[in-house]
């Protein structure tokens, strides 16, 4: 599936009664809707499909061997993920595991190898992978059962990789429709209330309380689209779907895959083997192709599946009010410009009588320059990282390439923070640049950098598989002083030559500042100024933190794009609409908030 971002095309604009920027805008947000409801599949540069053959007609254009990686371990009621090896699975201590790049690694993305692998095209039944024995009476394997149990209660979920997709579990839910997630539990547990929590829902057995069921056993299917039109018969993985379910081995050597449940008494004090085995078989698909392979999951996930037509009302509303707002502005100038103008020259009124006094530098213009500089960074930043994922080329097949691209953006601009920063604290007459210069580089980055690092800590101290190692610190520093700094430095150097053109002078004796009623006050105005940006993204920003805390995939990237440029719409137009309306109470701080009185 691809979130493509727009097309070129024309439109009767001629038409539209309505103001030039807000029907663009309209157009553009009914584009970026329907290309996210009805694009198709994730094809992108650099993601090369891999051809899959059967053993006996294994080439060098095709390989035999389906590898199957596991990722970390999450949970919904955890904040802390874990790698695999983490907990007493089966391991596989040969294989290399794949190289991560710098967005899997700060996400906390933990990919490893499996002693699972199956033969294109090869069905299997009830493998055994390893039996892994447990003796309460010792310590360090008392801990293992222990820290597996604590895993069950907690509902951590496997996440599964095969051909660069997850592998996803399926089950029913109302109306006959299914609901695929990425991840399956490691098993559930029945407290001692007796009511079934989680997974155990599914399986009428798993009624004892105070009883942990552990799923041993999977039953895996591989989904292949065959190119019959090519030269050479070759297949392509398009989906890959798994069961979980639990059977207690009685024979490792007998292994038939039915039966009773493996329980795992709370209180247990003996000796426990665990069996752990899987099922694979592979199904030929003519329909799907590997191009839209995406499609089942991703239609399939809770957020997908929301009225559109939902959102684009809310769109629409939003940028009526938009429209709105730039009117009244725009009437309100209009007309108070007429009447000042038709005033007697030495009766001014409103904004007219602080006109000379806005500019004046703020008190803590230093801070000011700085927190613009960096602002502007963050916003160039966001606006190519969302358009870049708009188009489709940082989808959920391209692991990491999101946050990768957001830092090495953030590097790349730090000339445009240098740049803003200093030109803004020029035009404030400031005289300390080389200061200026330095804490827009180190101010604001080392906030979030220390930030991170007491959370990495606290991370590493509980053993949480996102913990970011020394070499991934050093690595960020090295970004950090090595790219980043020089560049500000260079900005700073450029912007320190220039400085803004105010219309007006400054008076040299500052106007007195009238009595403010409470609409006029900071505190109205900070919340009329967080209301209004919030409304826009207020629907974005439940289904982002839903995707980051449900640890799901997150997809509707057009959607954001529009909802991000209708944000700084609001953003600029609410600003205009405050200042406008502090400036008319004589008001001279607002444009600043702290100038010198």
């Known amino acids: 599936m691809s979130i493509r971002c727009f097309c070129m095309g024309t439109y009767p604009w001629s038409l539209w009664p309505t103001l030039p920027g807000l029907r663009g805008l309209l157009v553009l947000g009914l584009i970026l809707g329907l290309q996210t409801a009805s694009s198709n599949a994730f094809y992108l540069p650099g993601l090369a499909p891999v051809n899959f053959c059967e053993v006996n007609g294994e080439t060098n254009y095709c390989q035999s061997s389906v590898e199957l990686y596991v990722n970390r371990l999450d949970s919904v009621e955890s904040v802390l993920p874990y790698e695999y090896n983490t907990f007493d699975f089966c391991h596989d201590f040969k294989k290399q595991s794949p190289s991560e790049n710098l967005g899997q690694v700060l996400f906390g993305e933990r990919i490893t190898s499996s002693p699972y692998e199956f033969s294109f095209n090869k069905s299997e039944t009830c493998v055994k992978v390893c039996m892994k024995s447990y003796d309460t009476a010792k310590e360090d394997q008392k801990k293992k059962l222990d820290f597996l149990k604590k895993g069950i209660q907690l509902n951590y979920q496997h996440h599964w990789i095969i051909d660069n997709m997850p592998v996803v579990w399926c089950r029913d839910i109302n109306g006959g429709n299914k609901y695929c997630t990425t991840g399956f539990p490691i098993g559930c547990f029945v407290p001692q209330s007796g009511e079934p929590s989680d997974a155990c829902f599914m399986h009428p057995e798993f009624n004892k309380t105070n009883t942990y069921y552990i799923f041993n056993h999977v039953d895996i299917?591989?989904?292949?689209?065959?190119?019959?039109?090519?030269?050479?018969?070759?297949?392509?993985?398009?989906?890959?779907?798994?069961?979980?379910?639990?059977?207690?081995?009685?024979?490792?050597?007998?292994?038939?895959?039915?039966?009773?449940?493996?329980?795992?008494?709370?209180?247990?004090?003996?000796?426990?083997?665990?069996?752990?085995?899987?099922?694979?078989?592979?199904?030929?698909?003519?329909?799907?192709?590997?191009?839209?392979?995406?499609?089942?999951?991703?239609?399939?996930?809770?957020?997908t599946s929301i009225q559109w037509f939902s959102i684009l009302n809310s769109f629409v509303i939003v940028l009526f009010l938009t429209g709105m707002v730039a009117m009244i502005i725009l009437r309100t100038l209009h007309k108070d410009i007429i009447r000042y103008n038709q005033e007697d020259i030495q009766k001014d009124y409103g904004w007219k009588l602080v006109h000379a006094d806005v500019f004046r530098p703020p008190r803590l213009g230093m801070l000011l320059s700085i927190l613009l500089g960096?602002?502007?960074?963050?916003?160039?930043?966001?606006?190519?990282?969302?358009?870049?994922?708009?188009?489709?080329?940082?989808?959920?097949?391209?692991?990491?390439?999101?946050?990768?691209?957001?830092?090495?953006?953030?590097?790349?601009?730090?000339?445009?923070?240098?740049?803003?920063?200093?030109?803004?604290?020029?035009?404030?007459?400031?005289?300390?640049?080389?200061?200026?210069?330095?804490?827009?580089?180190?101010?604001?980055?080392?906030?979030?950098?220390?930030?991170?690092?007491?959370?990495?800590?606290?991370?590493?101290?509980?053993?949480?598989?996102?913990?970011?190692?020394?070499?991934?610190?050093?690595?960020?520093?090295?970004?950090?002083?090595?790219?980043?700094?020089?560049?500000?430095f260079l900005g700073a150097y450029v912007g320190s030559f220039q400085k803004f053109d105010y219309p007006v002078g400054t008076n040299q004796i500052p106007r007195h500042i009238p009595h403010q009623d409470f609409i006029r006050r900071p505190l109205f105005s900070i919340i009329i100024g967080g209301v209004l940006p919030f409304g826009c993204i207020f629907i974005q920003l439940f289904f982002i933190l839903n995707s980051i805390w449900s640890h799901q995939m997150y997809i509707m990237f057009g959607f954001l794009f529009l909802v991000f440029i209708i944000l700084l719409i609001t953003c600029s137009e609410a600003t205009i609409l405050l200042c406008y309306f502090h400036l008319c109470s004589e008001n001279k701080r607002d444009p600043g908030r702290n100038s010198r009185p």
Request: some cysteine; charged content about 15%.
């Open 221 to 303: 299917t591989i989904t292949y689209h065959s190119e019959n039109e090519v030269d050479w018969y070759v297949s392509k993985l398009v989906s890959a779907r798994l069961e979980p379910k639990s059977y207690k081995h009685v024979d490792e050597n007998h292994l038939t895959c039915n039966g009773t449940p493996m329980e795992i008494p709370g209180d247990y004090t003996d000796k426990l083997n665990i069996i752990y085995t899987y099922s694979v078989k592979f199904e030929e698909n003519k329909q799907i192709r590997w191009g839209s392979r995406w499609d089942y999951i991703l239609e399939s996930m809770s957020h």
């Open 374 to 488: 960096q602002g502007t960074q963050v916003l160039i930043m966001t606006f190519i990282t969302l358009f870049l994922a708009c188009l489709g080329f940082l989808s959920p097949a391209n692991r990491g390439a999101l946050m990768t691209c957001s830092v090495v953006l953030w590097v790349l601009m730090g000339a445009s923070a240098g740049y803003v920063s200093a030109k803004v604290y020029k035009s404030f007459r400031g005289l300390k640049w080389k200061t200026n210069f330095l804490l827009t580089a180190l101010l604001c980055p080392g906030v979030v950098f220390v930030d991170i690092f007491i959370m990495n800590l606290i991370l590493w101290i509980e053993g949480s598989s996102s913990a970011i190692s020394f070499g991934t610190l050093v690595g960020i520093l090295a970004l950090w002083f090595g790219i980043s700094v020089p560049l500000t």
